[in-house]
């Protein structure tokens, strides 16, 4: 694990740092779209080819994620239902801040948009 602060640059350096090990890694998750950007920028200059030599998932789906070589597979959060069930628990508190918050405000689930930078470990 690399620790990079959401930014574009941060991803390609810690691909640079990942691949640097002596055991380079078979796949990689992005904690967020720009530094999963950059990590297949890092990938593409060390010439390691996505998913056949590295798979590559990030974290926040894009609408462009699909524009890229291969196309990113992501997680995607709920952003409007997490919005909408932060707003409800806000107004919950407000109107009754000792009542429980009903099970169907909890946080939504996020969701895997597979695409094609993901496949089966090398040999």
């Known amino acids: 694990m690399v620790e990079g602060d959401f930014r574009q640059d941060s991803g390609e350096r810690a691909m640079e740092q990942l ?3 002596k055991s ?24 390691y080819r996505v998913p056949a030599d590295i798979s590559v998932i990030g974290f926040d789906d ?8 291969p196309p990113l597979t992501a997680v995607a959060q709920p952003i409007t239902a997490m919005a909408t ?3 409800r628990a806000m107004v919950h508190l407000v109107d009754d801040a000792a009542a429980p ?7 939504p ?6 695409r094609a930078s993901c496949g089966p470990a090398p040999a």
């Open 85 to 87: 069930a932060a707003v």
């Open 62 to 69: 894009a609408p462009w994620f699909d524009l890229f070589d």
């Open 19 to 21: 691949l640097a090990n």
């Open 109 to 114: 689930a996020c969701r895997l948009v597979r």
């Open 24 to 47: 380079r890694p078979t796949a990689i998750f992005g904690a967020d779209g720009l530094m999963t950007i950059g990590a297949m920028k890092g990938l593409r200059a060390a010439r």
């Open 101 to 107: 918050l009903p099970a169907a405000d909890a946080t």
